[in-house]
């Protein structure tokens, strides 16, 4: 399938705590439609935050292309931050706030 086929979806997490993200630190990001259905996802390297997304789904799974919805983590050595609420994508990129999460 030719990529101007596809549904492309772009973003970026961001934390509001002014740490150093340590090596190893993985960013889990979801794109899911309103009924919870996961329609992409990607896993990526976040050596630091901000760090940007890029999710692409088959525009075909897609029911209602104006209502979807973005799920994030970030999982570090020193915590684990995520949405504690589904983010609406929002025009061509998608600010995504994760909040510390108590383990």
């Known amino acids: ?12 997490v961001f934390i509001r705590e002014r740490i150093a993200v340590p090596p190893g630190a993985v960013a889990t990001v979801k794109l899911v439609d309103t009924e ?5 996802a990607t896993a990526i390297d976040a050596p630091g935050v901000p760090a940007e997304f890029v999710l692409t789904a088959d ?5 209602a292309p104006d209502a979807l919805l973005i799920w ?13 609420d589904l983010v609406p994508v929002e025009g061509d990129s998608t600010a995504v706030m994760l909040t510390k999460i108590d383990e």
Not at 1 to 12: D, I, P, Y
Not at 59 to 63: C, N, R, Y
Not at 72 to 79: D, F, I, N, S, Y
């Open 72 to 84: 994030a983590m970030l999982r570090t050595e020193v915590g684990v931050w995520g949405t504690t």
């Open 36 to 40: 919870g259905e996961v329609l992409a």
């Open 59 to 63: 525009p075909t799974l897609v029911a």
């Open 1 to 12: 399938m030719a990529s101007e086929h596809l549904l492309t979806v772009t973003g970026t």
